[in-house]
């Protein structure tokens, strides 16, 4: 089955501080992973795309890193902002039945606190 | 913004109900995708238009059901609302061909 797993669920830290959000996938065939970025109530928005042979992929503050063998994906934020809080969905493109398919996490709600 | 847009933003439905939700494309984009969000949860994939017909499905019943437009608007429809469907729909616009969807801000739907 088609799964994309992420932790931690939700994460508080302070403005100012690093955080590394973890994403693990059983997805096949895979085309690429992305990271979104959802603010409350709002649609997701990309922050990153990565194919099968990319092993980072930077975007200001946010840097992913990609290892395909493992199925593992990070979202690493340097120097959060209070505009960080907001939920980071790791999201695994599928293309199979001759569309491309989106099979999405469940988020890590991130807090950044003053 | 994406350019994608969604109405309306809010709607509060009673159990048996049907609801229309509509959505625009980004210009330039001839493919649109529904997704179910729960609160807390990732999107769930509902369905995708093409050309005016439906090119694939989730897994949500019969009930869901969706219209693609000549100007590639969308809406979506759902018969007989029950009280897990309240949710955030969202609707994505990508061109065919090329996997970059952009996401409309959401339609919260409310069944009580």
């Known amino acids: 089955k088609n799964q994309v797993e992420q932790s931690p669920q939700s994460l508080i830290i302070l403005e100012g501080k690093n955080c590394t959000l973890q994403?693990?996938?059983?997805?096949?065939?895979?085309?690429?992973l992305r990271w979104y970025k959802q603010d409350t109530g709002r649609g997701p928005v990309s922050l990153t795309i990565?194919?099968?042979?990319?092993n980072t992929k930077s975007n200001g503050r946010y840097t992913a890193t990609l290892d395909a063998d493992t199925k593992q994906s990070s979202l690493h934020i340097t120097a959060s902002q209070l505009s960080d809080s907001a939920s980071y969905i790791c999201?695994?493109?599928?293309?199979?039945?001759?569309?491309?398919?989106?099979?999405f996490g469940a988020g890590t709600r991130l807090a950044v606190h003053p | 913004e994406t350019g994608v847009t969604q109405s309306p933003t809010h709607l509060i439905k009673t159990r048996g109900q049907q609801v229309t939700l509509r959505c625009s494309s980004q210009?330039?984009?001839?493919?649109v995708s529904w997704y179910q969000q729960a609160l807390g949860q990732g999107p769930q994939f509902i369905f995708q238009?093409?050309?005016?017909?439906?090119?694939g499905r989730g897994n949500f019943p019969p009930r869901f059901s969706g219209l693609q437009f000549p100007n590639y608007s969308s809406e979506l429809n759902v018969n007989a609302l029950e009280l897990d469907d309240s949710a955030l729909y969202l609707c994505?616009?990508?061109?065919?061909?090329?996997?970059?969807?952009?996401f409309g801000p959401g339609t919260r739907l409310t069944v009580l």
């Open positions: 994403c693990n996938y059983t997805v096949s065939p895979f085309s690429n």
């Open positions: 238009y093409y050309r005016e017909e439906e090119n």
């Open positions: 994505a616009s990508s061109s065919w061909g090329r996997d970059t969807q952009y």
């Open positions: 999201v695994v493109s599928s293309f199979s039945g001759g569309y491309n398919k989106l099979i």
């Open positions: 990565m194919t099968f042979s990319e």
């Open positions: 210009s330039g984009h001839n493919t």
